[in-house]
């Protein structure tokens, strides 16, 4: 795939999580990830998304993933920080049962 194409389908997906949309941009990060299996962008985002879409499971693997593909050094505060709000939404499911 083009990286033009790559490029525009994150910034796609960023702009429908900016807008609340995160079912939008879960179609477009699902599709770039069987495309490119090891960007941690792509994790990154999907991890958000799926959190937002409320899909803790889904948000806890792909922060998983993202922490696997990060490249030695990288900032992992946020990815941390989306880890442990799904942790918590997963949680709380389970409590409510």
Do not use: C, H
């Not at 429908?16 to 477009?28: D, F, G, N, T, V």
């Amino acid at each position: 795939m083009d990286k033009s194409l790559k490029t525009w389908m994150l910034s796609q997906a960023s702009y429908y999580l900016e807008y609340l949309q995160p079912r939008k941009s879960i179609a477009l990060l699902e599709a770039l990830m069987t495309i490119d299996k090891k960007n941690p962008d792509v994790y990154r985002m999907l991890s958000y998304a799926y959190l937002q879409a409320e899909r803790p499971e889904e948000s806890i693997r792909a922060a998983d993933n993202f922490l696997k593909y990060a490249r030695p050094g990288s900032d992992v505060r946020a990815i941390k920080w989306i880890k442990g709000r799904a942790l918590l939404k997963k949680r709380k499911a389970a409590l409510s049962r």
